[in-house]
């Protein structure tokens, strides 16, 4: 199992750091864990495109974790020549809204997909690309879940939990994705809490969202997701993870000093491997165990 890390950024712009995404190789499947701004452009230059995508879990629909969706979703299709089963979508309560108001027949895009579907042009391209006519419009359907499903596909297994972050408006859910040759756990944008160090449990990786330095002010946001840095530290040592990785990085802590004093206070309570992590950073997992 391979981790690759598509987006480790904020909603900030940053040319360094695009919005959150995250790469997982597991059996015969291409899995996502979110797709925000950028993370299209970073699975391109992993060598992935659309197509090869299986599976896509978000974990809430903050744009900065989803946006890059329309990409994703209509080069699959368009580049498929409906020679694809559907790529499976899985997120939070809201989504089968948010997927119909793109891409349903009176979606943002229904225009663009009206005139792929019907043009003698796209009629040309979809064929040649192995398409047999009439061109059916793109499957919208996807899979709401809540805490306590199970997702299972190529010898993988996904748990999740509710996480605070910026509940009631959006659910925000963390995943933990179990295979023969190890386990994933990622926080979404949410704070440590008893759910997510369940999930986190004995994992080879742990991927948790790390915006804010340890403070009065930081920490007394932790309901909103950003619990500073020494109680992430905390949360990865108490579940006994192997490799905890920083992600969701703002460009105020991402420098010099300040991240250099952040890795030494996290090493201080957390015994574990400590990557600070960076777009495009691939992380392998069982016989090449990090």
């Not at 005139?115 to 979809?126: L, T, V």
Request: charged content about 25%; some cysteine.
């Amino acid at each position: 199992m391979k981790l690759r890390l598509l987006g480790t950024g904020t909603p900030v712009p940053s040319l360094e750091r695009m919005s959150s995404g995250y790469l997982i190789h597991s059996g015969g499947d291409v899995i996502l864990f979110d797709h925000g701004p950028g993370a299209y452009h970073r699975l391109m230059e992993a060598g992935q495109g659309a197509t090869d995508v299986t599976h896509v879990f978000f974990s809430h629909l903050h744009y900065d974790h989803c946006a890059d969706l329309v990409r994703l979703f209509l080069n699959r299709w368009d580049l498929s020549g409906g020679l694809r089963a559907p790529m499976k979508i899985f997120g939070p309560p809201g989504l089968q809204r948010f997927i119909d108001r793109l891409f349903g027949p009176e979606g943002a895009f229904a225009d663009d997909l009206t005139a792929r579907i019907e043009h003698p042009d796209s009629h040309r391209i979809f064929e040649s690309r192995g398409g047999t006519l009439p061109r059916p419009w793109p499957e919208t359907g996807v899979t709401e879940i809540e805490e306590g499903d199970v997702v299972e596909g190529a010898g993988w297994r996904l748990t999740l939990a509710n996480v605070p972050h910026v509940q009631p408006y959006l659910i925000c859910h963390a995943f933990r994705l179990e295979a023969a040759d190890g386990v994933i756990a990622y926080s979404g944008d949410g704070a440590p809490c008893k759910a997510m160090g369940k999930l986190a449990r004995d994992a080879d990786v742990l991927v948790h969202v790390c915006s804010r330095a340890s403070g009065v002010d930081a920490d007394a946001a932790d309901t909103a997701g950003y619990a500073g840095h020494k109680k992430i530290a905390r949360l990865a040592q108490d579940a006994g993870v192997k490799t905890l990785v920083t992600t969701h990085l703002q460009p105020s802590i991402d420098q010099g000093d300040i991240k250099e004093r952040l890795t030494a206070d996290i090493e201080e309570i957390y015994e574990g491997a400590l990557i600070w992590g960076e777009d495009l950073m691939e992380i392998a997992i069982g016989e090449d165990r990090v």
